[in-house]
């Protein structure tokens, strides 16, 4: 993303930004371990086969930026503020809470990076409205987990306490969310969603 965002010549304070983000999911990426320590999954395996990683064929620079501003950033940023509010607001266990205070504290900055870059990206390239108005549906359905999530079973005291969502929990946050969030930014910048 960085690297796309360099070469498509976004606002150097949007690089500094996507420089930063890099920076918070590496400290995410260590604090959430921690907290798994923490938990006593010292011993989970994780799985960091580089094979499992998909970056899809690149379709051009503007496609390839624009696919992941708007999957990574506008959707899933926009999408994780309320779900890490949520989760921070139920959780009490010591080893999870100050993972999730930090998580959210970054959050919204990730999520206003989204959607400045559209809007440079916008501003680079009027034909990226509607190029991303076709491509809403699609994207909107890789989330289809959250918005309609399957069956599980009814979470422990020990996972509430760390905070986490049950499914009908996850569906009617990204309802509310995509309802109230996401699609009048998109109307703002004259994209239906």
């Given at each position: 993303?960085?690297?796309?965002?360099?070469?498509?010549?976004?606002?150097?304070?949007?690089?500094?930004?996507?420089?930063r983000i890099v920076r918070d999911e590496l400290d995410h990426?260590?604090?959430?371990?921690?907290?798994?320590?923490?938990?006593?999954?010292?011993?989970?395996?994780?799985?960091?086969?580089?094979?499992?990683?998909?970056?899809?064929a690149g379709k051009g620079l503007l496609a390839d930026l624009?696919?992941?501003?708007?999957?990574?950033?506008?959707?899933?940023?926009?999408?994780?503020?309320?779900?890490?509010?949520?989760?921070?607001?139920?959780?009490?266990?010591?080893?999870?809470?100050?993972?999730?205070?930090?998580?959210?504290?970054?959050?919204?900055?990730?999520?206003?990076?989204?959607?400045?870059?559209?809007?440079?990206?916008?501003?680079?390239?009027?034909?990226?409205?509607?190029?991303?108005?076709?491509?809403?549906?699609?994207?909107?359905?890789?989330?289809?987990?959250?918005?309609?999530?399957?069956?599980?079973?009814?979470?422990?005291?020990?996972?509430?306490?760390?905070?986490?969502?049950?499914?009908?929990?996850?569906?009617?946050?990204?309802?509310?969310?995509?309802?109230?969030?996401?699609?009048?930014?998109?109307?703002?910048?004259?994209?239906?969603?």
């Amino acid at each position: 993303m960085l690297a796309w965002s360099i070469t498509a010549g976004l606002p150097t304070p949007l690089l500094h930004t996507a420089a930063r983000i890099v920076r918070d999911e590496l400290d995410h990426a260590a604090l959430a371990h921690a907290a798994l320590v923490a938990l006593g999954g010292a011993d989970t395996p994780v799985d960091l086969s580089a094979d499992r990683l998909h970056v899809p064929a690149g379709k051009g620079l503007l496609a390839d930026l624009g696919r992941a501003v708007l999957r990574d950033f506008c959707l899933g940023e926009t999408l994780a503020v309320p779900y890490f509010a949520e989760m921070r607001r139920r959780a009490t266990h010591p080893a999870v809470a100050p993972v999730l205070d930090r998580v959210l504290a970054d959050e919204a900055a990730h999520r206003a990076f989204g959607w400045d870059a559209l809007d440079a990206l916008i501003a680079l390239d009027p034909g990226v409205r509607p190029w991303t108005e076709a491509r809403l549906p699609a994207l909107r359905a890789t989330f289809a987990a959250y918005e309609a999530p399957p069956d599980a079973p009814p979470l422990t005291d020990a996972e509430r306490a760390c905070g986490l969502l049950d499914n009908a929990e996850y569906g009617a946050l990204f309802a509310r969310t995509w309802a109230e969030d996401i699609a009048p930014r998109f109307a703002r910048r004259d994209i239906a969603a």
